[in-house]
């Protein structure tokens, strides 16, 4: 089992920045690909980021690429997600997840969930 608990959402203005951080726990941190994922209102959950257990490669949706950064730090087993020129569209619950699978931008591919934290822009 690992358990992931994510933190760092709130509200913000459009053109804020935040960082979610996603705290792991449980089996060996490094073993596991680190995605993000949201869900906005009304709609399916996404993929954002993704990052290797290493941290030598991450990946991201092409429509959110130069905003945002994924990283790790493995002594602490955490990983966050720097997001910049947040716009009202990125308003979503973001959750971090878990996986040992090749296909990371699916979420079907992820055994472990955080509970998600939300995040609200306002124009």
């Known amino acids: 089992q690992v358990q992931l608990v994510e933190s760092g959402g709130g509200s913000v203005q459009t053109g804020d920045s935040l960082r979610l951080s996603c705290a792991a726990s449980?089996?060996?941190?490094?073993?596991?690909?680190m995605g993000w994922f949201r869900q906005p209102p009304g709609k399916e959950r996404e993929f954002v980021a993704g990052?290797?257990?290493?941290?030598?490669?991450?990946y991201y949706a092409e429509s959110l690429r130069g905003r945002l950064t994924i990283s790790r730090d493995n002594a602490k087993n955490t990983v966050y997600l720097q997001m910049n020129s947040l716009k009202p569209e990125d308003t979503a619950v973001y959750y971090c997840?878990?996986?040992?699978?090749?296909?990371?931008?699916?979420?079907?591919?992820?055994?472990?969930w955080g509970q998600g934290t939300q995040v609200t822009v306002s124009s």
């Open positions: 990052i290797r257990g290493d941290a030598r490669i991450s």
């Open positions: 997840a878990a996986t040992n699978m090749v296909n990371f931008r699916a979420a079907g591919s992820y055994a472990y």
């Open positions: 449980g089996r060996t941190f490094t073993n596991y690909f």
